[in-house]
């Protein structure tokens, strides 16, 4: 049968438009959440952050909003460029723990 | 700075040939990790250390062994290769303290193949 996880979703977006990327976490008691972006054959690169007493924090082009009742984080990005072209992953911390745990990634892909 | 430094970049192996994976960095960082990514997938957390003597378990942690004798450096060793641990490797890190900062940087990689 068909294995999980093979397969990244993939988010198509037309050059220009904002791109919305979603993550679910399942651990309530995380309470920091980072955006990574990796290019093909490269490492993750830090995006964006957001601590749990927060519910929306902006950077350059990039949103971050997080929704602690249903356990929901995205991650916008304004004006979509052909550079954006990646694999985004979410990531979090507990407030107990040390270690930082990734979420499944989304390919995100830039129609011209 | 260099950043995170990790050697080999590839490695190929025999099924039961053991080895370490590298990785370093000049931010005199206190929390180091290592994760594997297998194709299309996210990453998984192997081992970590917040610091220099300390490590703990990660997500996946059979079959790998970590050792932190030093602030700058964190080296992942195989005991025994196999197939299933085919896969890149990435070691990342962060500083700690009351500024709360946490982001994470990360390595290059370094490739693995188990025959």
């Known amino acids: 049968g068909e294995s999980v996880g093979l397969h990244l979703p993939t988010l198509s977006v037309q050059e220009g438009d904002n791109s919305i990327i979603n993550c679910a976490y399942s651990?309530?008691?995380?309470?920091?959440f980072i955006w990574y972006k990796q290019e093909s054959g490269k490492g993750p690169q830090f995006i964006i952050d957001?601590?749990?007493?927060?519910d929306k924090r902006q950077g350059q082009r990039v949103t971050v909003l997080l929704n602690k009742t249903v356990k929901h984080l995205s991650l916008q990005i304004a004006a979509t460029q052909p550079g954006d072209s990646a694999v985004y992953f979410c990531a979090e911390k507990g407030s107990s723990a040390s270690k930082i745990i990734f979420g499944s990634g989304t390919r995100l892909s830039i129609r011209p | 700075n260099a950043g995170v430094t990790q050697t080999p970049k590839f490695q190929v192996l025999k099924t039961g040939q053991s080895m370490t994976l590298q990785c370093a960095q000049d931010?005199?960082?206190?929390?180091m990790s290592w994760y594997r990514q297998d194709p299309g997938m996210g990453l998984r957390l192997i081992h970590y250390s917040v610091g220099a003597g300390i490590t703990d378990q990660g997500e996946v942690p059979n079959g790998y062994n970590v050792s932190r004798s030093t602030t700058e450096d964190f080296p992942l060793r195989l005991l025994s290769a196999a197939p299933s641990q085919t896969s890149v490797y990435f070691c990342a890190s962060s500083p700690q303290g009351p500024s709360g900062q946490e982001t994470q940087y990360f390595g290059p990689g370094t490739r693995l193949l188990v025959l």
């Open positions: 651990n309530s008691a995380s309470d920091y």
């Open positions: 957001i601590r749990s007493n927060m």
């Open positions: 931010m005199n960082h206190e929390y």
